[in-house]
């Protein structure tokens, strides 16, 4: 059983990875390949896309955090289990978004006239009016596309806490963007 695997070899494998050998990730890829596939799509309701692109994710996840595992800490099918669990936790929550997002813009107006480059401007524009810290995850999340685990290795910081700053960064920059495009309509903006 795949699950049940001598830890030897677990160690062997991951410190072959670590080293760069040549053959390594081939066995990785033959040993856990296909079964990390079925396990993922039990995981994201049977839909092979999905399962395809959570088990890619994971596989170079797990290539780049090579050196984190620790074979005390259980086997490295575990490992992967782990890292897939949460890798189709966070697909699912930007899928979630993504449609949430894509209904609220189905119901918004048209914009006025605007080309793809006055609204770029105009998100620049309010991104300068919130706090650096608040600019800082929105660009990494929303301008470069990083997730939020990859934000938090960028910033040194739990994903935990960059959830919250981007719930707050995304408060805050509504709140600037209401001020803007009322102040941009002529309206009285009293700043809050």
Known sequence: MLGLRDRRADIRLAKGLKAGKSGAWDQFYALYGSALFRFVMTLSDECKVRASDVTQ????TALERIKTYDPKRGSL???????????GREYLRRAVRENHLQKQLQNRPAP??????????EVLHV????????????????????SVQEIA???????????????RAREAFRKAYVRWESAASGGVCNGR
Request: proline share 2%; aromatic share 4%; with cysteine.
């Open 57 to 60: 994710d994971v596989m170079v």
């Open 77 to 87: 099918w575990a490992w992967l289990c782990g890292i897939a669990t949460n890798k």
């Open 112 to 121: 006025r006239h605007a080309t793809s480059d006055e609204e770029a401007s």
């Open 127 to 146: 991104l300068a009016q919130v706090h650096p810290r608040h600019q800082e995850v929105l660009s990494l999340k929303y301008m470069e596309g990083c």
């Open 153 to 167: 290795a960028r910033i040194a910081s739990t994903e935990e806490a960059i959830e919250s700053r981007l719930t």
